[in-house]
């Protein structure tokens, strides 16, 4: 029989994993904030500083959905579903897991619903 779910011991390092990815994404958003501020008055510098605050706040948007998608790995850990596709549920094999450790689908999965 196929084991249905990781051990304790098994989700440990990708807590601080997760926690790490989200320490580093909360770090830009801050940096992020601060940026595209100011003005100079030019017209020519003024379309460009909006155009960069348009980039920073669609940065700061996808940061802000990737430290949602961190926060719900997290707890799918603390509830013991973290690692299991949830379409298939089958275990997510751990190279997947690495690479993009908030995923919440096998490689599968993820290829069927973007087939549709």
Same mark, same amino acid.
């Given at each position: 029989? =196929?084991k249905?779910?990781? &051990?304790?011991?098994?989700? *440990? #390092?990708f807590?601080?994993l997760l !926690?790490?990815?989200r320490?580093? $994404?909360?770090?830009?958003?801050?940096? /992020?904030?601060? *940026?595209? +501020?100011g003005?100079?008055?030019? *017209?020519?510098? /003024?379309?460009?500083?909006n155009?960069?605050? @348009?980039? &920073?706040?669609?940065?700061?948007?996808?940061?802000?959905? !990737?430290?949602?998608e961190i926060?719900? =790995?997290?707890? +799918?850990?603390?509830?013991?579903?973290?690692? $299991? %596709?949830?379409? &298939?549920?089958? !275990?997510? #094999?751990? #190279?997947?897991l690495q =690479?993009? #450790?908030? &995923? +919440?689908? %096998?490689?599968? =999965?993820?290829?069927?619903? @973007?087939?549709?």
């Amino acid at each position: 029989m =196929a084991k249905k779910k990781f &051990t304790k011991r098994e989700l *440990e #390092p990708f807590r601080k994993l997760l !926690l790490q990815h989200r320490n580093v $994404v909360t770090g830009n958003m801050s940096s /992020l904030d601060g *940026e595209g +501020r100011g003005s100079s008055g030019d *017209e020519g510098d /003024l379309s460009s500083e909006n155009f960069e605050i @348009e980039l &920073t706040l669609t940065a700061m948007q996808s940061e802000t959905n !990737l430290v949602q998608e961190i926060d719900e =790995a997290l707890k +799918r850990i603390d509830i013991g579903t973290y690692g $299991v %596709c949830e379409d &298939t549920e089958e !275990l997510i #094999p751990l #190279p997947r897991l690495q =690479a993009i #450790p908030w &995923t +919440r689908l %096998c490689v599968e =999965a993820q290829e069927k619903r @973007e087939k549709s």
